[in-house]
């Protein structure tokens, strides 16, 4: 079985067999279709990834830009509502739920980092409503509450809540 389908089995107690989960959960469908726009996106070629980001979006309602760059195992819970920009990179092993944003902020980001959306490291969680805006880094293991809105870096293992966030667990 893939590793991928496995880390939704892992993460989702509802999750009953690796068919039901490649056939009726929107991550596993959004991320395959990022997949092959973001390939098609490196690749140069015009028009088709942007259009397979927008079939993606209808059928699932997350909007993953073809140029974010997504690692292994992310897993997307009741996705609806997801947006990963198009600088955003989405390390190993993070885990986000419905409504989560990676957007764009505006300053100087694109001039000093040349990103304009936040860099995600391996085995972060990012609660429901998370908003993450900017050419912020979430460090390994971060966990971010929900509707929390992050708009400074978050230092690994760290836990931040609110609006602004703020760190209240290390």
Same mark, same amino acid.
């Given at each position: 079985m893939?590793? +991928?389908?496995?880390?939704?089995?892992?993460?989702?107690?509802?999750?009953?067999? $690796?068919?039901e989960v490649f056939l009726l959960y929107p991550g596993p469908k959004a991320i395959g279709l990022h997949r092959i726009a973001h390939w098609?996106?490196?690749?140069? #070629?015009? +028009?088709?990834?942007r259009f397979l980001s927008e079939v993606g979006r209808l059928i699932t309602g997350i909007e993953i830009h073809p140029g974010a760059k997504i690692g292994k195992n992310l897993f997307i819970d009741h996705g609806m509502g @997801? @947006? #990963?920009?198009?600088?955003?990179?989405?390390?190993? %092993?993070?885990?986000?739920?419905?409504g989560v944003t990676l957007g764009a902020h $505006?300053?100087?980001?694109?001039t000093t980092h040349g990103r304009r959306h936040p860099y995600i490291c391996s085995g972060a969680i990012l609660g429901a409503g998370a908003k993450i805006l900017g050419c912020v880094t979430l460090g390994e293991n971060a966990k971010v509450?929900? %509707? $929390?809105?992050?708009l400074k870096d978050v230092e690994p293992n760290a836990t931040v809540v609110?609006?602004? $966030?703020?760190?209240v667990k290390k």
């Open positions: 893939n590793e +991928f389908l496995k880390t939704y089995l892992k993460n989702d107690p509802a999750a009953k067999s $690796a068919v098609l996106h490196e690749g140069r #070629i015009p +028009f088709l990834p @997801v @947006v #990963i920009g198009e600088t955003a990179v989405v390390e190993d %092993n993070v885990s986000m739920y419905h $505006a300053g100087e980001c694109s509450g929900a %509707n $929390a809105v992050v609110g609006v602004p $966030a703020k760190e």
